[in-house]
T-cell receptor, first 113, second 112 residues
């Protein structure tokens, strides 16, 4: 399968713990996006990368959140000192270039107890 | 970015044609209209994209009137597996970022 993959699919953690998610985009896709989706709402943009450069971060991305794409391939999203309000589905998408179709992964569902 | 308005929910029966209309009164000249489908616990999936008139692919058709202030996604002969949330988006995706701006979407429930 050459689609976008995300790991883990589910993560349950206790408040205050750190968590890290991984996204593997479609090969050769230069653009990688992270979105967050809460129940009953559409996905909300968090941040995006053009190759290894992180070019924009949403105001939703507090300083407890950090994302990397070290070699311009896979990306990680880390949340430090998780809070219950961080519980959501975290989606990753990739595209070949700006304006091209974004292909989404299956998401990582985070539950903070 | 142009704001979109679409029904919160719709019901249909298997075999029927379903039309979901999206309003985007403030659409800009260089905006495209894109529809995504999302099943529970999955990421959104691209369905169709258009600029004006009619676009058709193997999954759906997209009708866009001349003024482009609205668009209609048409799903022919729906089945139970078409039960999902459908999102209408407009833009050149917020400038150079390409980020997608989703609304609440339309939850389509297909009944047997």
């Amino acid at each position: 399968d050459t689609g976008v993959s995300q790991n883990p699919r589910h993560k349950i953690t206790k408040r205050g713990q750190n968590v890290t998610f991984r996204c593997d985009p479609i090969s050769e896709h230069n653009r990688l996006y992270w979105y967050r989706q809460t129940l009953g709402q559409g996905p909300e943009f968090l941040t995006y990368f053009q190759n290894e450069a992180q070019l924009e971060k949403s105001r939703l991305l507090s300083d407890r959140f950090s994302a990397e794409r070290p070699k311009g391939s896979f990306s990680t999203l880390e949340i430090q000192r998780t809070e219950q309000g961080d519980s959501a589905m975290y989606l990753c998408a990739s595209s070949l270039a700006v304006g091209d179709t974004q292909y989404f992964g299956p998401g990582t569902r985070l539950t903070v107890l | 970015l142009a704001k979109t308005t679409q029904p919160i929910s719709m019901d249909s029966y298997e075999g029927q044609e379903v039309n979901i209309t999206c309003s985007h009164n403030n659409i800009a000249t260089n905006d495209y209209i894109t529809w995504y489908q999302q099943f529970p616990s999955q990421g959104p999936r691209f369905i169709i994209q258009g600029y004006k008139t009619k676009v058709t692919n193997e999954v759906a058709s997209l009708f866009i009137p001349a003024d482009r202030k609205s668009s209609t996604l048409s799903l022919p002969r729906v089945s139970l597996s078409d039960t999902a949330v459908y999102y209408c988006l407009v833009g050149p995706y917020s400038g150079n970022t390409g980020k997608l701006i989703f609304g609440q979407g339309t939850t389509l429930q297909v009944k047997p």
